[in-house]
């Protein structure tokens, strides 16, 4: 069951970037985020009341923390979602696995140094491997857009991979913790409609286009709770490390859902480059995941 989960899961993001595309010519990035927070919060703040989940937090600064991350890199995809083709900026903000690996290769590097004061770790080299060809993949994808002068789209894209890794690893905390999920994710909704409220401030808002484009603010919002919720009960029901291994490269089906929507919605042209850059990157970030996990379990069985 917890394969649907995370393939219904990836299915509603990936359609939660259409809907971003078709409210980009009517809506600014921070309005979208605005809107996107203000109805993922009350559906959030709905779902933990039927559940009886409490809203009150004993860690207001981790939330706060992994709001403003998770907050800033959902901007930078949302950005690049309406600046580049949809399988592109998907891609990259899948990206999390290649940076949580770059992350461990840089302690691992840094534990070798005679002033870091941590155990020597051995370096993964085929995790060393998977990164360099990951970030190939990186820059074979991105070649029509450096082409199409869509060059600090993308980067701002590859940023939004790299501090979802990021947020990632702060709701992994929350979560050892012992705070529920409805609430991490009520929170981060809260964090939105704050942070998109006051950019807009600064950006400004937009003239009123009417309820029919006005209306594709409310699914952007509607998928990307739904998308969270089902991602969560993906991990939830996954109870052993193979599940959960499985759960976690099966997010990458958003890449072929975004790729079909590229394709058939609006007629993206990403030539044989893009689509052997977003194979090697899709592939990478599987492998990333497997090798961080056999890590894992060796370090833990050397331990016992």
Same mark, same amino acid.
Request: glycine share 10%; proline share 4%.
């Given at each position: 069951?917890?394969?649907?989960?995370?393939?219904?899961?990836?299915?509603?993001?990936?359609?939660?970037?259409?809907?971003? $595309?078709?409210?980009?010519?009517?809506?600014?990035?921070?309005?979208?985020?605005?809107?996107?927070?203000?109805?993922?919060?009350l559906?959030?703040?709905?779902?933990s009341?039927?559940?009886?989940?409490?809203?009150?937090?004993?860690?207001?600064?981790?939330?706060?923390?992994?709001?403003?991350?998770?907050?800033?890199?959902?901007?930078s995809?949302?950005?690049?979602?309406?600046?580049?083709?949809?399988?592109?900026?998907?891609?990259?903000?899948?990206?999390s696995?290649?940076?949580?690996?770059?992350?461990?290769?840089?302690?691992?590097?840094?534990?070798?140094?005679?002033?870091?004061? $941590?155990?020597?770790q051995a370096?993964?080299?085929?995790?060393?491997?998977?990164?360099?060809?990951?970030?190939?993949?990186?820059?074979?994808?991105?070649?029509?857009?450096?082409?199409?002068?869509?060059?600090?789209?993308?980067?701002?894209?590859?940023?939004?991979?790299?501090?979802?890794?990021?947020?990632?690893?702060?709701?992994?905390?929350?979560?050892?913790?012992?705070?529920p999920?409805?609430?991490?994710?009520?929170?981060?909704?809260?964090?939105?409609t704050?942070?998109?409220?006051?950019?807009?401030?600064?950006?400004?808002f937009?003239?009123?286009?009417?309820?029919?484009?006005?209306?594709?603010?409310?699914?952007i919002?509607?998928?990307?709770?739904?998308?969270q919720?089902?991602?969560?009960?993906?991990?939830?029901?996954? $109870?052993?490390?193979?599940?959960?291994?499985?759960?976690a490269?099966?997010?990458?089906?958003?890449?072929?859902f975004?790729?079909?929507?590229?394709?058939?919605?609006?007629?993206?042209?990403?030539?044989?480059?893009?689509?052997?850059?977003?194979a090697?990157?899709?592939?990478?970030?599987?492998?990333?995941?497997?090798f961080?996990?056999?890590?894992?379990?060796?370090?833990a069985?050397? $331990?016992?």
């Amino acid at each position: 069951m917890q394969v649907l989960w995370m393939v219904v899961g990836a299915f509603l993001f990936a359609t939660m970037g259409v809907c971003i $595309k078709y409210a980009a010519p009517y809506f600014n990035t921070a309005e979208i985020v605005f809107y996107r927070g203000l109805i993922g919060m009350l559906v959030l703040w709905l779902l933990s009341a039927s559940q009886g989940v409490s809203l009150k937090t004993a860690h207001p600064w981790m939330h706060t923390w992994r709001s403003l991350v998770g907050v800033t890199a959902m901007g930078s995809w949302f950005y690049a979602i309406t600046q580049m083709p949809l399988a592109s900026a998907m891609t990259l903000n899948y990206m999390s696995s290649l940076w949580i690996a770059v992350f461990l290769l840089a302690g691992a590097l840094w534990s070798l140094h005679p002033r870091s004061g $941590k155990p020597r770790q051995a370096l993964n080299i085929p995790l060393v491997i998977t990164i360099v060809v990951g970030f190939a993949g990186v820059v074979l994808m991105l070649q029509p857009s450096f082409a199409q002068e869509q060059t600090t789209a993308a980067l701002i894209g590859l940023g939004s991979g790299l501090l979802s890794a990021l947020a990632y690893m702060q709701v992994v905390a929350l979560s050892r913790m012992g705070e529920p999920e409805s609430r991490t994710v009520f929170f981060f909704g809260l964090g939105c409609t704050v942070a998109g409220l006051v950019a807009s401030m600064f950006t400004g808002f937009s003239q009123w286009p009417g309820w029919q484009a006005a209306c594709w603010l409310i699914p952007i919002g509607l998928l990307a709770a739904g998308g969270q919720l089902c991602m969560t009960k993906a991990y939830a029901n996954a $109870k052993t490390p193979r599940g959960t291994l499985v759960v976690a490269n099966l997010q990458y089906s958003g890449i072929v859902f975004a790729g079909l929507y590229s394709l058939f919605l609006f007629q993206d042209q990403l030539g044989w480059e893009g689509w052997l850059g977003m194979a090697l990157i899709v592939l990478c970030g599987i492998a990333a995941t497997i090798f961080r996990a056999r890590g894992v379990a060796s370090v833990a069985a050397t $331990k016992s």
